[in-house]
């Protein structure tokens, strides 16, 4: 069946560091493909999102690609801040409308 | 309020106890999603309301678990005869559009503890 696999974390890094969080999928068809965080006591929030193969989604820094022949969607930042520590949630939107979110990704980063 | 509210944030229930959990959506929202998010993992899918009707309701675990939105506003979750693998955080979403793939807006979510 349709799932997301994400990288496990806690993902540690120094502030103004690159980050890379690995998101690779299984699915039929062409699903749409997310980024959703979680800021410690807040509920999930979009942070990006990508409907069709080599659509890239942005915002707030971060950019991830959608690569059809490689099934990834990996989310990265080119200088991380210690605002963006929070759990990432890879997620695809499938063909009856159900979004499949992987297990996420803590990510800590140090001032 | 601006966002998607749930309350409570907090809910610890003996095995057995029946809960209600509620779901304030954005104003105006057509679409209400809920969703359950165990320990670790990300969130699933558990049932689907497109104003009163509740157009999906494939992902409930079992029969004892039920939602209502009467007035396709405010919705409730209710979980009957809790079980210890009922804990879990208990997520509300939802959306302008009658369709699925309009963006979601999410709650904070309601923990669910059953000792």
């Known amino acids: 069946g349709d799932s997301v696999t994400q990288m496990e974390g806690p993902v540690t890094l120094s502030e103004e560091a690159f980050l890379t969080i690995n998101c690779t999928y299984t699915?039929?068809?062409?699903?749409?493909l997310f980024w959703y965080v979680q800021y410690p006591g807040e509920g999930l929030q979009l942070l990006l999102k990508a409907t069709k193969a080599d659509d890239k989604g942005s915002n707030k820094g971060f950019e991830a690609t959608y690569r059809k022949e490689t099934t990834s969607f990996h989310l990265e930042k080119g200088s991380v801040q210690v605002s963006d520590s929070a759990v990432y949630f890879c997620a695809l939107l499938r063909g009856d409308d159900k979004i499949i979110f992987g297990k996420g990704t803590r990510l800590h980063i140090l001032p | 309020g601006a966002g998607v509210s749930q309350s409570p944030r907090y809910k610890v229930a003996k095995r057995g106890q029946d809960v209600a959990l509620r779901c304030d959506p954005i104003s105006g929202h057509v679409s209400l999603f809920w969703y359950q998010q165990a320990l670790g993992q990300g969130p699933e899918f558990l049932t689907y309301?497109?104003?009163?009707?509740?157009?999906?309701k494939s992902g409930l675990p079992s029969d004892r678990f039920f939602a209502e939105r009467p007035e396709g506003s405010v919705s409730t979750l209710k979980i009957q005869r809790t079980q210890q693998e009922d804990s879990a955080v208990y997520l509300c979403?939802?959306?302008?559009?009658?369709?699925?793939?309009?963006?979601?807006?999410f709650g904070p979510g309601t923990r669910l503890t059953v000792l």
């Open positions: 309301f497109q104003n009163e009707a509740q157009l999906d």
């Open positions: 699915a039929t068809g062409y699903p749409s």
């Open positions: 979403a939802s959306s302008a559009g009658g369709r699925k793939k309009d963006t979601q807006y």
